[in-house]
Structures are given as C-alpha cells and as structure tokens.
C-alpha cells in the first residue's frame, strides 16, 4: 500500500504499541491515533476504540445502501460493535462484514448472536475467518439469502 501510495494517512487505534507507530511513521507515512469515533472522509466513519483486552476499530461507511461495517476481527463482540455503529447512526446496517471472532461459542450461544444481529437491524452478513464454520452455517440459516460469502479476493457490488 505504501508503496502504491506514499500519501495514505493511517487510522489506528491509540492504544496499538508503539512500536507499530514507529514502524509506520518510519515510512513517512501520517498516522492518526483513533479513540473516539470520527469522521475520516465523507461517508467513511471509525467506531473509536472498542474492547477492553483486545481494543480494536471497526470502519464504517455510510452510501446510497445503508451502513456497511466492516470489522477486523470483532474482539470487544460482534453484538457489541453493531450496538455501537447504532447508537452513533440511529439506523439499520445495511451490510456487516468481516470476522465476527465466533470460533469458540457454542449453538445455543451463536443462535442468540445471530437472532441479536436480526433483530439489530442487521440486513446482510458476510462472516469470515475468524468467525468459526459452526457460526457461518447458524448465520447462513438465519441469513438465508441474506447470507454473503465472503474471503479474499472477493468483491461485493
């Protein structure tokens, strides 16, 4: 990316060592230390620092669709995420995508998430890696068509 383009400006949660800071900035690059929710660029949202362990971001862009949010791994709770995204926007998520860190729930667990999810006003889901096959399969029942498969490389219009 760097190298693509040598002006990207990075968001990062403030909390990231920093060593990672300095390995960034020693590329020239802009770095931004995200902490509370902000603006990046019309349309283009950070969650803030979420979690309390593991502290994370998760972006969000808001388009013609609806919200789309798009999670790294969903340390802080996939639920989580999306009561944050709702209380900042007051309304639906058009699209949640990315991993939802689901590995280790069991059923019972995985179909309150994925019933939550619904009833949060979650349109579209598109689970991935590190969200468990178990809870892939629950969200894609729930999900039906609804259900977006998703992994590298794949583009959704």
């Given at each position: 990316i760097i190298e693509r383009n040598p002006k990207v400006i990075v968001y990062i949660p403030k909390s990231f060592p920093d060593s990672f800071k300095k390995e960034v900035k020693?590329?020239?690059i802009k770095l931004i230390e995200v902490q509370l929710p902000m603006?990046?660029?019309k349309g283009i949202y950070s969650t803030g620092e979420l979690g309390s362990d593991i502290k994370e971001q998760s972006l969000i862009v808001q388009d013609e669709s609806g919200l789309i949010v798009i999670t790294g791994c969903a340390h802080p709770g996939i639920?989580?995420?999306v009561?944050?995204?709702k209380g900042?926007?007051?309304e639906d998520i058009?699209?949640?995508?990315g991993g939802f860190h689901l590995g280790g729930k069991n059923k019972n667990e995985l179909k309150i998430i994925a019933s939550?999810?619904?009833k949060a006003g979650v349109r579209n889901v598109g689970p991935c890696h590190c969200t468990g096959d178990i809870a892939r399969e629950i969200l894609m029942q729930e999900y039906q068509k609804n259900f977006i498969n998703v992994g590298v490389g794949r583009v959704i219009k």
């Open positions: 020693g590329h020239g603006k990046i660029c639920v989580n995420v009561n944050k995204v900042l926007f007051k058009f699209l949640l995508v939550a999810l619904k």
